[in-house]
């Protein structure tokens, strides 16, 4: 009977669970397993499959996700060792006729990324590309009054779509939200997809916002509620609130709360984090008698630039990242907006560089700020095109291109990165001119590195001619290392504290090996010429050092008092 009454509610309990299980929108997977951000203190991690993913990425070129183009990109992926792919997804191929879709190519990436053991992030190019609408499909490019583009203070219709029209945003939020019902039906239980990006640098070239008559209605009357409380700034007229930079500021809130809605849409079809990539605002020259470039003619106006980082986060509170594009070799600069878009409310990540020599040192600046993913763009394509488009990146025959370098380096061991970087144990050190040495402050000891080879005692290190020194010191341990990098040497000492006076470091051991499937393995152990001066890592290098250090004191004191007058 007993036996009886349990059977009878452990059937019932099976069938509930068989009917929630079959209720959720992911087969076999619960929310907590769909990839999604997290955050401790200051620190972000990207987590897939339940662990920290670090994205070492790479995005294809913009007509690169086709069958007829994609074996070539699978070939240059694999050379560059990543573990993520950033592909396109045209709004024009996906929805060639209203209403009807084709997923055709979004199934073959996703097919054919799981045979490469890759990760995705899917491109929506879908009403902004680069600040224009040149993925739209042609049912709307061609029915401008239904769906309205953005007009310019004289009148002319532009190649960008109004983000003013109720027309354009249903439509975007439709095939959006067919693509993702169509990512959760296809990918919900494995994951292959990780991020989506919500259209492709977005804002407007040609006009610093719209004119047209529901712009300017809107421009006219109160700036909406949400944003003055968001803002802390009083309820008045855009121009009245914003000033100067109302024009400006109107096209950030119009454009953001646009793609807000999209991703909103999307994300209740299956919520995987959404990121915006940013066209930005890069200074103007220092001989130009003007203090910052125009909106609209220099920089998409409107995107998430910038000046603009606050009204977007109020306005698209469904995008969970903002994420630089980064297209200069000005690292000063490169520096700069790591720290502007490195806030408590937004993540590091910078989806798309130059493929380009000295961008493997930026990989190293970006880890140390603590970046969720780095990915060179268009690294399929010939490299005629790049070296036209780039000449830096022009490849040394000798020599991989740094990001390749970078990332076959870390590949091995990026599960562990990934956690030291949350649980902020990581920090980086990348050569500039002047600074061929530098030095690591650890709660118990520095870590000096010394860029460029060869060393010679007593000198100050000869650093790189091409800037290509740098290194990462993760903290495993009170005076244990995990330290990698090239073009650079990296020695200890303690810290400059009171009681450091009277105590010394030495090495106990340092071993070379690498993280294999989640378990160090020591290759050898290093000593003599290779820990004496430092830890060398020379370019090319492929394999990480543990390092062990103790502490131990400086002077006998017995002797020090008998020897002392
Ligand atoms: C940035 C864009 O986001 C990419 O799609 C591409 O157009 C590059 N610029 C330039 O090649």
Known sequence: MVVLEVNVLKNAACALLILITLSLPYPFASAQDIPHLEKKGDRFALVVDGKPFLMLGAQIGNSSSWPVSL?????????????TVEAPVYWEQVEPVHNTFDFTNVDLLVNQARAHHLRLVLLWFGTWKNGQNHYVPEWMKSDPKIYPREI???????DVMSPNSAANLEADKHAFTALMHHVREIDGARHTVIMIQVENESGSVGSIRDYSATAQQSFNSEIPADLASALHIRPATWAKAFGADADESFAAYSTAHYIGEVAKAGKAEYPLPMYCNVWIAYPVHALENRDRPSPGQEYPSGGPQQANISIWKAAAPSIDVLAPDFYSDDSALFR??????????????????????????????ALGSGAIGFSPFGVDRPVT?????????????????????????FAPMVDEIAQFNLQGKLQTAVEEKGSERQTLHFDEADAIISFGFPQSDGNVPPGTPQ?????????????????????????????????????QIEILRADEGMYIGGNWQMSRILNGDETDRGLNFHHGTQQAVRIRLHKLPLYDQEVRKLRQP
Do not use: C
């Open 71 to 83: 074996p070539n990109a699978w070939v240059a992926l694999e050379a560059m060792h990543v573990n």
């Open 152 to 158: 310019t203070a004289y009148g002319k219709l532009l």
């Open 336 to 365: 700069k907006i790591l720290a502007t878009y490195h806030r408590a409310d937004n993540p590091v990540f910078i989806p798309e560089t130059h493929f380009g020599a000295s961008f493997g040192r930026y990989f190293f600046y």
């Open 385 to 409: 095109a790049v070296a036209t488009a780039n000449p830096e990146a022009a490849v040394d025959e000798n020599r991989q291109p740094n990001p390749a370098e970078n990332f076959a380096l």
């Open 467 to 503: 800037l290509q020194g740098r290194a990462m010191v993760a903290q495993l341990g009170p005076l244990e290392f995990l330290v990698a990098g090239f073009d650079a040497s990296v020695s200890f000492s303690l810290s400059p504290t009171p009681s450091a006076r009277n105590e």
